[in-house]
């Protein structure tokens, strides 16, 4: 699907990351930067989690047998991040 699809998930849990950081403010929790690092970045990975990326090639291969070359075109579609 598109970023775009993903976009309002992705500013909620950041807002939801900044609120989280407030409240810990005021209750004195000395690991906010580091717990609001770490909410941001779970949003922006689950973002590029929600982008289908493709691609199209086209290309010249050769030399075939006995001789000459040929058109190619591939498609390749990626919905998955590691």
Partial sequence: MPLS???????AAIQAAF??????????????TE??????TAAVID???TATVT???TGVTGP????????VTATGTSTTVE
């Avoid at 609120?19 to 906010?32: H, L, P, Q, R, V």
């Avoid at 075939?64 to 058109?71: E, F, I, M, R, Y």
């Fill in 5 to 11: 699809v993903g976009k309002p998930i992705c500013e």
């Fill in 19 to 32: 609120d989280n950081a407030k409240t810990a403010g005021k209750d004195g929790e000395g690991t906010i």
């Fill in 35 to 40: 717990d609001l690092a770490k909410e941001i």
């Fill in 47 to 49: 973002l590029i989690k």
């Fill in 55 to 57: 691609t199209n090639v």
């Fill in 64 to 71: 075939l047998a006995p001789s000459g070359t040929t058109s």
